[in-house]
Structures are given as structure tokens and as C-alpha cells.
């Protein structure tokens, strides 16, 4: 047994989820957390959503309330999205807990005291009419990368890129249209490019990782520049500094902050838990931690963040980079073991736009379709290695043919022969098992060591695709074996010994299935006559801040309970009844239901 951190990234709290969010790493984190609790690791899974940052001031700055209202609207929702996608978070939690915040200011604490966060003079803008400060999203004017001409100061919309206001072409203020003035500011800058050598030799030591990523990040160690980590802004976390702590105008600039949340989200857990120093089994490189593992999941616009950035920190607060230093007050802190990105998922050929509606939210999704349908989906079809796209035919057939058709079926038709002819698990005839027999248990037992490898290499697709595999030899192995023929009461024992090794293998594929579609492993569970947890569930509880803020709700639960990722055999004489379907099969008139949803073309 290991520690294993799952550290998924921090949904921006800004709107709804809609299902591209869910489909890259918020799903597959999920299962891979569920698959190394069952396989026996002290899984710690955390996030939260990410609340400050220029964004967000704007957009409740044209709703007319303040940026806390926004986020804590938001921080609900997005709770509820993933709730209902039952995605096992030990904390998901937020950015605006008065815990990150200490969290925070300790980390920019240590970094700055090995000397790695220095202050520089920026140019700043200030209105000319007014000589006060013009904060950063104020600006606009021409991305001096793409050209867009609505590019805001802090970031362009259009490209993606973060910008400084003073590189806008044609700068203009959205007050009042004047063009601002720069003057001379102070601000306080990472210096990555200390850290180039130590991030290089980091690196070098990954194993496993999808090679893209691993690229990516070495080719970003070439160019490394300091980079700003306070703005102009009044919303976010406030800089720890004599002279800065109370300056109303300038905070922690938002992506600092974020990367963090990994960390106080950890702590906050441990705070909750009673032990405030739990958090260290997953963190501390020289004391309990030493030999846990992280796993970051995000997607591939957010690797930077991931394996240069926060990397950069841990280091920094750690003492290793260029310069030296000592570990801050938390310790020498763990590097991420894995960065695992996923690619994007598109909508029937179309980039998700909640402005032009190409998009489904989960909550609408839920509200019609069954969580484990759209989890079978994104498992099967998701944004794993490649841009992948969603499209309602493709879902309907997903559902109809292979769940409903392929998995439901064998469930239901082991379990109704089964109930019918002997009202519970019959034993197996003493004349023995066949070789067929033999074989289809073989197939199932072996996908225990073959699924459970390829979730842990962050191989989904071929995970599921080895369960349902052995989900289709079954359905092949009955069909073969035909035990509804073998009504006499000369074969009724060999029918036992047939429903008998399908239901095993029923028990078996579920648990191999469990991972990926929880909420219907659980029914199939109870089904065959088992009790108590199967697939332990997240809920939403309302919390105090610990720190005296106002109360919040967190996705939590307990996760300790829930079947092992082992064979177990079903104990001969417990009792069946017949079954109700465990999925759903949809009509296809819900294709041209769903496309007439849409938006319409652009
Ligand atoms: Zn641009």
C-alpha cells in the first residue's frame, strides 16, 4: 500500500460545467482514484473551484454584484455538476477558504525568503483624467500575438495568451475610452529561470509519462522568463509583505494562487479530519510522505501549471533551485510523480461556446441521461490521446449496443435464468466445470492484473475495452452453452454450472466495471444478492470555515468502505430475485432532440 495523491485542476468558478470539462480529466481521475482505493492505496483526492482573478471581477462587475456573490454561486453549482457525476473528491473545496490564504501567503513566504521572488518595476497604467490606477482588465486594445482587437490587458480571449497591458497595440480604457498612461509600478516576479537547471534534472527522471507532455515541458525550460505573480487587481489573496499587506490595489496574481490549492486543499482536509497533520503522508519528502506518489490531471492547455510552475514553487519553497535556501515552515515538499493532460473534447464537430450554445451542461445532461451512461462514454470514447469529438448518434449507439445491449444484457439474463430456475446462486453440478467453463473464469480472473495496470498507465480506453471484452465472452459463452435449453431434470445441473460461472463472471466484470460506472456497479451489486457498500458515493456537506470565514460546501466522503479489486466468489445458495434493467435504452428520436437543442450553425 501506498499514498497516492490524485490532485485534479481547479474548475475557474465563472459558470455551470458543461460536458467537455468533465470528459478530459475530470471523469478519469475519478477512476483512477476509485481503482487504487480498491486496489488497496490511501488515495487523498482533492480540487476545489478557483475563484479569484481578473475574469471573474469582470464578469461580476456587469452583474452588478461582487466577486465573492459570483463565486460563491458558482462554487455551488460546480459542486452539484460533479456531485451528480459522483466523483469521489475526498475535499473539493475553494480558493477563497481563509485556509488557502494562509496556505498561499506560506508558500510565497518561503519562496521569497530563498530569494525567488524578487520586486520589479512594470509598467502600469493609470487613468490619465483621473491619475488613478487603471487595473489590468480595464485595458483593452489589440493582441500584439493574433491581432484580435478586443484583447483584454491581463489576457486575449481570441489566442489564449496572458498579456501585460503595456504590449496592447492601441490601448484604450472601457471606462471612458481614453488611452492610459504607463507609469513606473512595483511588482513582484517568480524568477523561473533559477529553477531551469533543477526542473531539467527532474525531468529527466520521469518515467510513464505520455510523451507529448514530457516534450512539451522540457522545450519550455529554453526560454524560461520571470514572470509577474502580483496584478493590479483588488480581488485575490493579499501579499504577504511589510508595505503590501494592506494596499486595497494589488494582489497574488490568480494562477499562483490555484497551483497552491493542491496543497491547502490537502491541509484543509487534514484540518477536517481531525488530524492537522495527516496531509504530511502525501507531501512530506523527508518524513511520512517519502514514498507517495502525486498524479496531476488536467488538460493539455494547463500542462505549463503543472509540470514547469508548480514544480518551480515546490522547489523554490523547498530550497532547490539556483539560489539555494531552506525548506519553509511546512517542509521539503513532494513533486508531482505523473503529469497526466488529456486532449479536448469537441461537440458534433464544434468547440464547446456556452456563448453560441454548442454546448450541454452536466445538470442538463443528468436530468435526462444517467450518470454512468455519460462515464461509460467518456471511458470508451473520451479525449484520452487525442481531440476527440461528441456527437449524439454516436452517444445513442454507445448506450443502445454496447451498454444496454452488451453489459446490461448479460446482467439481466444470468441473473433472470438464475432466479427462475433456482431462486439463487445454484453450485456448481459435482460432475465438475468444463474446459469452456474454466476458460470464461480465467478471462475474468486475468482482467483484474490487465485493467487494473492499464488504470494505473492512465490507459482508460483499453481498460474498459478489456472489461467489456470480458462482458462480450460471457454474453458469447452463454449464447454457446444455452442453458435455457437444459430444462430437464437430467440437465438441470449442468444448467446450474453454467448460471453459476456467468453470474461469478458477472461479479468479477462489475467489479472491473466499478471504476468507470459506480452507480450502476452498485445496483448490479445488490442484484446479485450483496449488501452494504459497493461503490462508495461523494456528498455535499455544508461547512464552517475553519478559519472563521463564512460556511461553504465541499464534496467529501468516505471512501474506505467499498469492494477490493479482487475476485470473490458468490457464496452458492444466497438468494436471486429478477432483476429490473440496470441501464437504460434510448429512443433514437433523442439525436434530433438534442441536435434542435444546439445552437445554431455560425
Ligand atoms: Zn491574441
Redesign the pocket.
Known amino acids: 500500500m501506498s499514498h497516492v495523491l490524485a490532485a485534479v485542476a481547479w474548475p475557474y468558478a465563472n459558470g455551470p460545467r458543461h460536458i467537455g470539462h468533465v470528459s478530459g480529466f475530470g471523469v478519469p481521475s475519478d477512476v483512477f482514484s476509485r481503482y487504487m482505493r480498491m486496489a488497496g492505496h490511501d488515495v487523498l483526492m482533492v480540487s476545489g473551484t478557483d475563484e479569484h482573478g481578473t475574469p471573474i471581477q469582470v464578469q461580476a462587475d456587469k452583474e452588478g454584484v461582487t466577486p465573492r456573490e459570483l463565486a460563491d454561486r458558482y462554487n455551488r453549482v460546480i459542486v452539484e455538476d460533479l456531485h451528480g457525476l459522483g466523483l469521489s473528491y475526498d475535499l473539493f473545496t475553494r480558493t477563497t477558504t481563509g485556509n488557502h490564504y494562509a496556505v498561499v501567503q506560506q508558500i510565497f513566504e518561503g519562496l521569497y525568503a530563498n530569494g525567488y521572488i524578487v520586486p520589479k518595476v512594470a509598467m502600469g497604467a493609470i487613468s490619465p483624467s483621473t491619475g488613478r490606477t487603471l487595473p489590468d482588465r480595464y485595458i483593452e486594445g489589440t ?1 500584439p ?2 491581432g ?1 482587437d478586443g ?1 483584454r490587458g491581463d489576457q ?1 480571449d ?2 489564449g ?1 496572458q498579456l501585460d497591458p503595456v504590449d496592447l497595440i492601441n490601448p484604450r480604457s472601457k471606462i471612458n475610452g481614453e488611452t492610459p498612461k504607463f507609469v513606473e509600478t512595483e511588482h513582484f516576479f517568480l524568477d523561473l529561470p533559477a529553477f531551469a537547471q533543477a526542473l531539467g534534472k527532474w525531468l529527466d527522471t520521469r518515467e510513464g509519462w505520455r510523451t507529448n507532455v514530457l516534450r512539451f515541458s522540457k522545450n519550455l525550460l529554453d526560454d524560461l522568463q520571470p514572470r509577474a505573480i502580483t496584478r493590479d487587481l483588488e480581488w485575490g489573496v493579499p501579499i504577504p509583505l511589510d508595505g503590501w499587506r494592506d494596499r486595497g490595489d494589488k494582489r497574488i496574481y490568480v494562477w499562483f494562487d490555484a497551483v497552491i490549492g493542491y496543497l491547502s486543499a490537502s491541509i484543509e482536509w487534514a484540518r477536517r479530519s481531525g488530524d492537522s497533520d495527516a496531509w504530511r503522508r502525501w507531501w512530506a519528502a523527508d518524513g511520512e510522505g517519502r514514498d507517495a506518489r502525486g498524479y496531476y490531471f488536467m488538460g493539455k492547455d494547463n500542462i505549463v501549471f503543472h509540470s514547469v510552475i508548480w514544480p518551480a514553487l515546490l522547489l523554490g519553497y523547498s530550497g532547490e533551485g539556483d539560489r539555494d535556501g531552506n525548506p519553509g515552515e511546512l517542509g521539503r515538499l513532494n513533486l508531482p510523480t505523473e503529469v497526466v493532460s488529456s486532449e479536448f473534447l469537441t461537440m458534433e464537430g464544434r468547440k464547446f461556446s456556452s456563448s453560441r450554445q454548442v454546448v450541454i451542461y452536466v445538470r442538463d445532461f443528468l436530468a435526462r441521461y444517467d450518470a454512468d451512461a455519460l462515464r461509460y462514454f467518456i471511458a470508451v470514447a473520451g479525449p484520452e490521446s487525442n481531440d476527440t469529438d461528441f456527437t449524439w448518434a454516436e452517444f445513442l449507439r454507445r448506450n443502445n449496443d454496447e451498454l444496454v445491449a452488451g453489459w446490461g444484457n448479460l446482467v439481466n439474463r444470468s441473473i433472470s435464468l438464475a432466479a427462475k430456475n433456482f431462486g439463487a446462486v445454484p453450485p456448481v453440478d459435482p460432475a465438475g466445470l468444463t474446459p469452456a467453463d474454466e476458460a470464461l473464469l480465467a478471462t475474468a480472473r486475468a482482467g483484474f492484473d490487465t485493467v487494473g495496470d492499464l488504470i494505473g498507465r492512465h490507459r482508460q480506453k483499453q481498460a474498459i475495452g478489456e472489461a467489456m471484452r470480458v462482458v462480450a465472452e460471457a454474453n458469447r459463452y452463454l449464447s454457446d452453452q444455452a442453458p435455457w435449453k437444459l430444462k430437464g431434470d437430467d440437465d438441470k445441473p449442468r444448467m446450474g454450472t453454467i448460471l453459476h460461472v456467468a453470474l461469478q463472471v458477472v461479479s468479477d466484470a462489475n467489479t472491473l466495471l466499478t471504476p468507470f460506472l459506480p452507480h450502476s456497479a452498485q445496483k448490479v451489486h445488490e442484484l446479485l444478492g450483496g449488501t452494504g457498500v459497493h461503490a462508495p458515493m461523494p456528498s455535499i456537506v455544508e461547512v464552517e470555515d475553519l478559519d472563521g470565514g463564512p460556511a461553504y460546501p465541499v464534496l467529501t466522503g468516505d471512501y474506505t468502505v467499498g469492494t477490493r479489486w479482487e475476485s470473490v466468489p458468490l457464496p452458492v445458495g444466497r438468494p436471486l430475485a429478477v432483476p429490473k434493467p440496470v441501464f437504460r435504452k434510448l429512443d433514437p428520436s433523442i439525436v434530433d432532440e438534442e441536435l434542435d437543442r444546439l445552437g445554431g450553425n455560425e
Do not use: G, V
Open positions: 493582441c500575438i493574433c484580435y484583447a486575449c481570441n489566442c495568451n
